[in-house]
């Protein structure tokens, strides 16, 4: 099993900066990492992956060129940098890790965090 941990969310200004972790453990050998973001009263929204054993990288649309996922393997950590922040970023952020390759949008993500807060007030 894998246990993933986010942490960096918090409350923060339009065009402000945030650096999101997730940190995993147990057994980590994983094809993709991804996060993913779930604002109230909508389903969760795919926002960025990694392939871990490769150099495969996607991004929404909606925050390309503003987030920026990377990973650091010998600390079992992925991030995801935030820049440009904008109201419509507010959600929960969850971290993925998944077992399997495909389409990185839309496979399923075995594992999840428990997420971290994100808040984008204007």
């Known amino acids: 099993q894998v246990q993933l941990v986010e942490s960096g969310g918090g409350l923060v200004q339009v065009g402000d900066s945030l650096r999101l972790s997730c940190v995993a453990s147990?057994?980590?050998?994983?094809?993709?990492m991804g996060w993913f973001r779930q604002a109230p009263g909508k389903e969760r929204e795919f926002v960025a992956a990694i392939d871990w054993i490769g150099r495969n990288i996607d991004y929404a649309d909606s925050v390309r060129g503003r987030f920026t996922i990377s990973r650091d393997n010998g600390r079992n950590t992925v991030y995801l940098q935030m820049n440009s922040l904008k109201p419509e970023d507010t959600g929960v952020y969850h971290c993925g890790a998944s077992g399997v390759g495909g389409n990185m949008r839309t496979i399923d993500y075995g594992y999840w965090g428990q997420g971290t807060q994100v808040t984008v007030s204007s």
């Open positions: 147990g057994r980590t050998f994983t094809y993709y």
